[in-house]
């Protein structure tokens, strides 16, 4: 409490719109960077879409993008929530995509298993396009 103010004149000061305002401005959704809300990590849109994406786990990328689009998200913040890294390790695309590579290579018997890690180097390296070519040592 500020010295000289009542209680109520204090607690007034700091839930004025100017201050909530500014407060809310920084509270930005950690997977597409709009505004969340109130003490929220995401926003309803990247929530609804982090369901979908637990539910559809075993389909392929097209049909979980289509999910997707039936959410009613608009496609720039679809985009921002596939390019989402949240521990370090790969996207969420690269997630989805290496669920599909297991799912695939353990229907033809291989028993070694792909990580999003393992995808986002694959990706970064950029080893399908030059095909007739020795990759580079990193």
């Known amino acids: 409490m500020l010295p000289g103010r009542s209680p109520w004149a204090t607690f007034a000061a700091v839930l004025s719109p100017r201050s909530s305002?500014?407060?809310t401005?920084?509270?930005r959704c950690r997977m597409c960077q709009e505004p969340a809300g109130w003490l929220r990590r995401r926003c309803?849109?990247?929530a609804q879409l982090s369901g979908v994406v637990a539910a559809s786990r075993g389909l392929g990328l097209s049909q979980t993008l289509d999910l997707m689009i039936a959410t009613g998200a608009p496609p720039p913040r679809i985009?921002?929530?596939l390019a989402y890294e949240p521990v370090g390790a790969g996207t969420?695309?690269?997630q989805i995509v290496a669920?599909?590579?297991n799912q695939l290579a353990h229907a033809l018997g291989q028993t070694r298993v792909q990580t999003a890690a393992d995808v986002k180097r694959l990706r970064e390296r950029g080893a399908w396009q030059g095909l007739d070519k020795r990759p580079e040592q990193l």
């Open 21 to 23: 305002a500014r407060y």
């Open 99 to 101: 669920d599909m590579t």
């Open 25 to 27: 401005a920084r509270v």
């Open 44 to 46: 309803e849109t990247c």
């Open 92 to 94: 969420i695309r690269d």
């Open 79 to 81: 985009e921002a929530f």
